[in-house]
């Protein structure tokens, strides 16, 4: 699977999104780009069929890190409005 993200990372969108700062909403708001979901879904299923190299296996677990991460600013995002 060829995508148009090839020299970016996956979770580059995530870290751009965090320093052009936010608010509980954005947060709440973020999603991928259809680019970044399709490397991503690439990633996934390289590692199901052939393997990853030992950047692209990094990239993967970075994402997941940072998924993690905005999984839980959603819900604290989410909190905040509530709260309000």
């Not at 580059?12 to 780009?33: R, W």
């Not at 991503?40 to 970075?62: A, I, M, P």
């Not at 997941?64 to 309000?84: F, G, P, V």
Request: a negative charge; hydrophobic letters at 40%; charged letters at 30%.
């Amino acid at each position: 699977m060829n995508t148009s993200i090839n020299t970016a990372k996956v979770y580059d969108e995530i870290i751009e999104f965090i320093a052009a700062g936010t608010t509980p909403q954005s947060v709440i708001d973020f999603k991928l780009s259809d680019a970044a979901k399709d490397r991503l879904d690439d990633l996934v299923y390289r590692t199901k069929t052939e393997g990853l190299t030992g950047s692209d296996q990094r990239e993967l677990n970075h994402f997941l890190t940072l998924e993690h991460i905005m999984l839980l600013a959603k819900a604290r995002a989410r909190q905040y409005i509530s709260e309000e």
